[in-house]
C-alpha cells in the first residue's frame, strides 16, 4: 500500500517532470496525438514511394501542427487531398506514356492519315529500320534514274565509285544468282538482268510504303501531341482536378475558420472571466 510519503514524493517528481523543453522537442511532442489520426492508417499503394509519402506527411504535420481533434480531422482532409493530387498527376503520366507506346501512335497516325482501314499502320511500319530502307531505296533509284537499262549499260567500275548502294544490290544479287562474284561482273546480260531487277524492286519498295514514310515523318510531331490527354481521359482528370482543388481549398478554409472561431471563443471566454472578477471585487 503506498503511504503518503510515497504519495508526497511522486507529485514533487511530477512537478520536475515538464515534458520536453526544446523547441523540436515540444514541436514533436504536440503532434504525437496525430499519429492515432486516420493519416497514420493511410497506405502506400503498389509503386509508390513510400518515403515521399512520409515526408509530405512529415511536412504538412511541421505546417499546420494541429492541437486538437477537429483540426487532426481537417489536417487528415488536406493531407489526403494532396495524396490524391500527386496519384492524379502520376496517373496522367502514366496514361501519357502508353499513349506514346509504338502501336498507340502507329493508330493514331492511321487516323490522322485517313489510312485504309484494309491495311492500318503497325508499330513496326513505324521503326527506323523501315525508313532506313525506304531512304536507301530512294537512293538507288536516283543513282540509276540516268540509265535507261535498255541497251546502254555504266561500266561496274563507274557503279562501284558514283553509285555505291546499286553496287551492293548488285553483289547480293550475284549470290542469289548463285555465281561468283568475279564470274558474274564479265556477264554483261546477268549484269544488266541485276540491276533492271534491282530499279524495279527499289520503285516497288518505295511506291508500297510512301504512306509509311510519311507516318514516319511525323511520328515526332504525334509524340509531342501526345504529351497531353484526350478525348475522355482529358474530361475525366479536369473534373477529377476540380475536385481534388474544391477539396483542399475547402479543408484549408474550414481549417483556418476553426482556429479563427475557436481564437474568438477563447478571447470571449477571457473577457467574460475577467468581467465577473471586476464584479466579484
Not at 504519495?7 to 514533436?28: C, D, H, L
Request: one cysteine or more.
Amino acid at each position: 500500500m503506498t503511504t503518503e510519503a510515497q504519495i508526497k514524493a511522486n507529485q514533487e517528481n511530477a512537478k520536475k517532470s515538464t515534458g520536453p523543453t526544446s523547441i523540436e522537442g515540444k514541436k514533436r511532442s504536440s503532434m504525437n496525438a496525430f499519429t492515432h489520426g486516420i493519416l497514420s492508417n493511410i497506405k502506400a499503394l503498389p509503386g509508390e514511394d513510400e518515403n515521399f509519402m512520409q515526408n509530405l506527411r512529415d511536412d504538412i504535420l511541421a505546417t499546420y501542427q494541429p492541437q486538437d481533434a477537429m483540426e487532426r480531422c481537417l489536417v487528415d482532409r488536406i493531407y489526403i487531398a494532396i495524396i490524391r493530387q500527386v496519384r492524379l498527376c502520376e496517373a496522367e503520366a502514366a496514361k501519357l506514356k502508353m499513349s506514346m507506346r509504338p502501336e498507340i501512335l502507329a493508330e493514331s497516325l492511321s487516323q490522322i492519315l485517313h489510312h485504309s482501314t484494309i491495311r492500318r499502320f503497325k508499330a513496326d511500319d513505324l521503326s527506323d529500320e523501315m525508313e532506313f530502307n525506304y531512304q536507301y531505296y530512294l537512293a538507288v533509284t536516283k543513282e540509276l534514274e540516268p540509265y535507261e537499262l535498255e541497251d546502254k549499260l555504266p561500266s561496274l567500275s563507274v557503279i562501284e565509285t558514283t553509285m555505291p548502294k546499286t553496287f551492293s544490290l548488285l553483289k547480293r544479287k550475284a549470290k542469289q544468282f548463285e555465281v561468283v562474284w568475279e564470274n558474274f561482273r564479265e556477264d554483261l546480260n546477268q549484269v544488266m538482268k541485276a540491276l533492271r531487277e534491282i530499279k524495279k524492286e527499289a520503285g516497288n519498295h518505295i511506291a508500297s510504303t510512301s504512306d509509311i514514310h510519311v507516318a514516319h515523318s511525323l511520328l515526332e510531331d504525334m509524340r509531342v501531341i501526345h504529351r497531353i490527354p484526350h478525348g475522355v481521359d482529358i474530361t475525366l482528370m479536369t473534373r477529377y482536378q476540380v475536385q481534388l482543388d474544391n477539396d483542399l481549398y475547402r479543408a484549408m478554409n474550414a481549417l483556418q475558420k476553426y482556429r479563427d472561431n475557436k481564437a474568438k471563443l477563447i478571447e470571449g471566454e477571457i473577457v467574460i472571466d475577467t468581467e465577473a472578477a471586476e464584479v466579484a471585487a
